[in-house]
């Protein structure tokens, strides 16, 4: 059973910037793909970022293209999202995820396996 812990969730103003954490328990997830999603009250599950296995590619989805960017330590079986010039919408739990499937369905939250129990991110306008 992988367990994935977030952090680095916090309550900032539009235009700054976060890093979120993602700690996998185990070794073996730099065989996986890992993913961000997010959610917001009243809305469905989001996806927000995904790195391939080995960290050759990545997908972000249309809405923080540009301003967001996933990447992984292997050393310490970590991820990360790092995210700039944010916007009040950006405002949602942020979720850690990892994937049995290939890069292909990563957009996809039905093609995760495992998922962190969600970081909260505020940013006020």
């Known amino acids: 059973q992988v367990q994935l812990v977030e952090s680095g969730g916090g309550l900032v103003q539009a235009g700054a910037s976060l890093r979120l954490s993602c700690a996998a328990s185990e070794r073996t997830v730099g065989s996986y793909v890992m993913g961000w999603f997010r959610q917001a009250p009243g809305k469905e599950r989001e996806f927000v970022a995904a790195i391939s296995r080995f960290g050759i590619n990545t997908s972000y989805g249309d809405s923080v293209k540009g301003r967001f960017t996933i990447s992984r330590d292997h050393a310490k079986n970590a991820v990360y999202l790092q995210m700039n010039s944010l916007k009040p919408e950006d405002t949602a739990v942020y979720y850690c995820?990892?994937?049995?499937?290939?890069?292909?369905?990563?957009?996809?939250?039905?093609?995760?396996?495992?998922w962190g129990q969600g970081t909260q991110v505020t940013v006020s306008s």
């Open positions: 995820a990892l994937s049995g499937q290939s890069a292909v369905t990563a957009h996809i939250p039905g093609a995760y396996n495992y």
